[in-house]
């Protein structure tokens, strides 16, 4: 594979392959390499149907699906789809389906409020505004090897406690509030995830994250903040700006991510798929027993 660097410090943009023609035999195992090594990979100019997309993500692991999740039983997959679109236009700016694509501007990490938390999150772009809607994606183990001392003395066996509607509360008490926010019990997590295969650390972090267990509220709020602010500093950001049919993958083991606002008057339109983290991925070394 033909590749260059995605950001200085973490990243690849994978060049001239065709990802409908990825399979376990034909170059599933070097782009999962790359993906150990790297954290985040970028795929340009890619064509991908959402049967293309869900057989990529099979490739990873057990693709998530909350729906089963929550209901405890086989409940039909569908890709889904961060869109501000409806049938008839655009979502008004106070629509609460809108002001959770909002909530995805802040930094986190996709489903550490999950039962089983996501190993991968494969987003693809459908629809691009003008300007603006960019993701971005900072690297928890690029900062994390060199955090300073009095953060990763606190943190290195830190179990972190993390909660869905904890992050959806600094959007909106109302978007707090629904149903499909509230139905994960909270969910706690040791704060470093070394790699299986390359043994490197990363923070395993999200604006989900709420506590640290042993800690006061306050204490671990601004520890929490004060390492967030850390890890997303410019070094350690790459800051994407859509094209249609971009494929943009980040190991959610070890990375921090965040969308960023448009003009909503556009259509924007992403789909995303993550896969679930199992025992080969490490999920001992995070897990509370």
């Known amino acids: 594979m033909h590749s260059t660097p995605l950001h200085p410090k973490f990243g690849l943009t994978i060049h001239d392959v065709d990802l409908r023609e990825v399979d376990k035999g034909n170059l599933y195992p070097e782009i999962r390499r790359a993906f150990e090594t790297h954290s985040a990979l970028l795929f340009p100019a890619q064509s991908l149907t ?20 929550a209901a405890g039983r086989d409940v039909s997959f569908h890709v889904p789809e961060l869109t501000n679109q409806t049938k008839s236009g655009v979502r008004a700016k106070d629509d609460l389906r809108l002001l959770d694509l909002q909530a995805n501007m802040l930094w986190h990490t996709d489903s550490t409020f999950l039962p089983v938390p996501a190993l991968i ?30 953060l990763k003395s606190v943190l290195q066996d830190a179990v972190i406690w993390h909660r869905l509607s904890h992050s959806r509360s600094k959007i909106s008490t109302d978007l ?17 995830w070394p790699n299986p295969v390359t043994g490197e650390e990363a923070l395993f972090i999200a604006s989900h994250a709420f506590a640290i267990e042993g800690m006061g509220h306050e204490e671990s709020q601004e520890i929490l903040d004060e390492a967030i602010a850390f890890c997303t500093q410019p070094d350690y950001v790459y800051s994407h700006k859509w094209n249609v049919g971009d494929v943009l993958i980040w190991d959610e083991r070890a990375t ?32 509370i027993v």
């Open 121 to 150: 999150n494969i987003l693809t772009a459908h629809v691009v505004p003008p300007s603006g809607g960019e993701t971005e994606i900072a690297s928890t183990r690029a900062a994390w090897s060199e955090m300073p001392e009095h």
């Open 176 to 192: 707090a509030a629904l149903p499909n926010m509230t139905r994960w019990p909270d969910r706690p997590w040791r704060a470093v």
């Open 256 to 287: 921090l991510h965040r969308g960023r606002p448009w003009d909503y008057g556009y259509p924007r339109t992403l789909r995303s798929i993550c896969c679930s983290v199992t025992d080969d991925d490490g999920l001992d070394r995070v897990r």
């Open 50 to 69: 959402d049967d293309d997309h869900i057989r990529l993500g099979e490739l990873f692991g057990p693709l998530e699906n909350r729906e089963a999740m």
